[in-house]
């Protein structure tokens, strides 16, 4: 069965996540296509599938979903984040240089100094929040310009617009990881981006029982580069997990309002709230980006960062009087989730390092999920006051 034909050509983000990408339901009549797991296809089949490493009903319906969602023209699916990552950056070759946001995901900066670098791939970092440092991107010529807004940990927030545009002028390529945005909040090829990363697990599948990764573009070329990537490299999901993320992607939308609404009333309250030195929420006007945040994206999503001035001891000692939030890695998920970048993301950095990043002992983050508000702001109000 094919998708839907009658689906309107402009259809909205809620409509297209629950009825784009729904192929290969079967003579059964099923509402929801069925869980391909099988690894080999026989040959001469009418679909083209052959062997699931290059391509299985379940990634190329995933597929479908997110390149509609991304108003992309193509969507490759990989087995996480990383993968995806991994995807961009092996198709890069001995002599390139990325220009990437100094202020990116851990693993994603490990990708690059432990790996990229022993294939002759040179990296270089700047600040690319300052529209001063722009200019750099013309100096270097860099092969790949490498973004991620809202940046993990500390939120700042690049003007992806006026960066592709100075990229683009000197035939730099620009990719954005779009996983704290999300797919609803952040457009990234509309802005002028080339590619648009997403880690599925988190805001996509939004359940946390999974992992995924994407690429979306509207390049040929830079799609051909993926689909070999995922066959080559061996970075695609299972047939499970694609559909699980296809599962997620139907109720992005929704969740995503409620993450977003949740995490501003939450910043809001912060905020007035004594003994709280600091809060930083994109869609708070004290956010120094808010009017950019507010430019790009259509909310402010559900990460939260709050300093609470506290020392390493009584900054976990709070975590810990939390009932609510339950303190792991990750975020993105419909349970709220809090981490303490200093022990946790930041702990092999050494203190002074990281402080002069932003990286606090008072310094907590959280992702907000979809419970409650009130619920949500309880938990906090009173593991604050308990610790008095
Ligand atoms: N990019 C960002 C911004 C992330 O926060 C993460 C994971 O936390 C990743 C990429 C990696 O995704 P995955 O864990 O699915 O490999």
Redesign the pocket.
């Known amino acids: 069965m094919k998708d839907d034909p009658t689906i309107p050509a402009d259809a909205r983000f809620e409509t297209r996540a629950i009825h784009v990408g729904q192929d290969y339901r079967s003579e059964t009549g099923a509402v929801i296509p069925p869980i391909y797991m099988t690894s080999t296809f026989e040959t001469g089949n009418p679909t083209g599938f052959d062997y699931t490493r290059s391509g299985n009903p379940n990634f190329r319906n995933l597929q479908a979903t997110l390149a509609s969602l991304e108003n992309a023209k193509h969507c490759t699916a990989f087995?996480?984040?990383?993968?995806?990552?991994t995807a961009i950056m092996l198709s890069l070759q001995a002599g390139d240089t990325v220009l990437s946001e100094q202020q990116?995901?851990?693993?994603?900066y490990r990708l690059f100094e432990k790996v990229l670098r022993r294939f002759g791939i040179t990296i270089k970092y700047a600040n690319l929040a300052n529209p001063e440092n722009h200019d750099m991107i013309a100096q270097i010529k860099p092969t790949l310009v490498w973004l991620?807004t809202p940046?993990?940990p500390l939120l700042k927030i690049l003007d992806i617009k006026a960066i592709s545009d100075v990229a683009h002028s000197v035939g730099s390529v620009v990719a954005v990881?779009n996983?704290?945005a999300s797919s609803l909040l952040q457009q990234p090829l509309d802005l002028g981006a080339d590619l648009s990363?997403?880690?599925?697990?988190?805001y996509t599948n939004g359940h946390s029982d999974c992992?995924?990764?994407a690429v979306c573009t509207n390049s040929d070329a830079w799609q051909e580069r993926m689909i070999f990537a995922q066959k080559a490299l061996g970075l695609q999901p299972s047939p499970f997990d694609a559909w699980l993320v296809a599962r997620g992607a139907k109720t992005e939308a929704i969740r995503m309002e409620r993450h977003s609404s949740n995490a501003l009333t939450l910043a809001q309250r912060l905020e007035t709230r004594k003994g709280v030195k600091s809060v930083k929420y994109p869609f708070l006007p004290s956010h120094p980006q808010y009017a950019l945040a507010k430019k790009q994206m259509k909310s402010g999503s559900g990460m939260l960062l709050a300093d609470f001035g506290m020392s390493y001891a009584a900054t976990l000692d709070f975590i810990r009087r939390l009932r609510l939030f339950t303190q792991a890695?990750?975020?993105?998920g419909i349970e709220s989730l809090v981490a303490h970048p200093a022990s946790m993301t930041h702990a092999s950095i050494p203190k002074e390092t990281r402080e002069a990043a932003g990286v606090t002992d008072g310094l907590v983050r959280f992702s907000v999920g979809i419970e409650h508000v009130e619920d949500l702001w309880a938990d906090i109000d009173r593991a604050l006051a308990s610790g008095k």
Do not use: H
């Not at 990116?104 to 994603?108: H, L, R």
């Open positions: 087995a996480s984040g990383i993968s995806s990552i990116i995901y851990g693993a994603s991620e940046t993990n990881d996983t704290f990363q997403l880690s599925t697990t988190k992992l995924g990764g890695e990750s975020l993105g």
